[in-house]
Each structure stands twice: as structure tokens, then as C-alpha cells.
């Protein structure tokens, strides 16, 4: 069974991860989305166990999909599941040095494991969470940006902001 491993933030999942997501998981026979602590960026608005729940509800409909979170290193977190992959989206160039850089050093720390990168859906190249949050807290509309399931749920969270 060849297993990839899919990490992010997810703060909160968006309609360009759920692109990513669902692609990747007609690739392998099973995706697990992993929840991590990013140390590079500040505190989250939603805690790991909300975003993992937000990710659970966004795939109910894709059955190779599995959900967990985790804290430390995915190239170790990835042998440990027998993932053959990590799984990354990109959207411009402006990833792109970040994650070969970040696709070089888990290929140093598991040699077997393989970063395979998926471009972004043109319709949602310019998508991301902090756009996401941004765009509720000033009151604009994001059910084009978010899956529908988690819309509503998401857009009251940011407002009351706690
Ligand atoms: P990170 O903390 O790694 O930046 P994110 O939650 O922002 O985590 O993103 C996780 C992965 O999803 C990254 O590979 C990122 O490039 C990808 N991604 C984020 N937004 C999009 C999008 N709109 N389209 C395609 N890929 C995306």
C-alpha cells in the first residue's frame, strides 16, 4: 500500500488545500493529512485538535483520507506511518525555495521518502488561511475560499475571536 503523508498548518483549511488533498489522494492509496506546529509562524487561531476536527468534516466524502496531528519532524513522523511520500502544494515561486529547501532536509533524515509537489489549481493560487482570516475578520464573504461544510463554523470562530 503506498501511504503520503500531506503536512501543514491547516489554520484553517481552505478550498486550495482540499484541491491538493483530494488530487493526492487519486495518486496513492492512502493520504494522511498531518496538523503540525509550524515554529516559523505565530500563535494559531485555531488549536490542533479544532483543525484536525475542520479537516475530519472537509473529507468525509474522500474515503483514502485520514486525519492526524503530530510535533516534530515529518520525515520521522512519515517512517514511522511507512509513508513513501510527503505531499506539498505549490503555488508560485515564492514556495518554491522554501519547500525544496524543506524537501532536501527530510530527504537527508529519511533517504527513502520522496517529496512530490502539486501545482496549485489556478483558481486558487492567491489562497491562503491567513488570507482566509483576514478576509472574515474585515467581513467579507470566504464561502468561495473554505470547504462548505466548515464555512459557518469558521466565520463565527474568527468573529468572536476566541
Ligand atoms: P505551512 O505551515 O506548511 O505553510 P499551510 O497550511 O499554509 O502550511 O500549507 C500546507 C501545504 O498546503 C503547503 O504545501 C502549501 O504550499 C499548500 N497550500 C496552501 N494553500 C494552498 C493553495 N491555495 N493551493 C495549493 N496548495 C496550497
Known sequence: MKIAVCPGSFDPITNGHLDIIRRSAKLFD??????????????????????????????????NVEVDMFDGLIADYARRQNAVAIVKGLRAVSDFEYEFQQALINKKINPELETVFV???????????SIVKQMCI?????SEF?????????????????
Open 30 to 63: 492512502k493520504i494522511i493529512v498531518v496538523v503540525g506546529k509550524n515554529y516559523n509562524k505565530s500563535t494559531p487561531c485555531f488549536t490542533l485538535a479544532e483543525r484536525v476536527e475542520l479537516i475530519k468534516r472537509s473529507t468525509t466524502e474522500i474515503k
Open 146 to 162: 473554505v470547504p462548505i461544510e466548515i464555512c459557518h463554523d469558521v466565520v463565527e470562530r474568527i468573529k468572536s475571536g476566541s
Open 138 to 142: 474585515f467581513g467579507s464573504d470566504i
Open 119 to 129: 501545482t496549485a489549481n489556478a483558481e486558487y493560487m492567491f489562497l491562503s488561511s
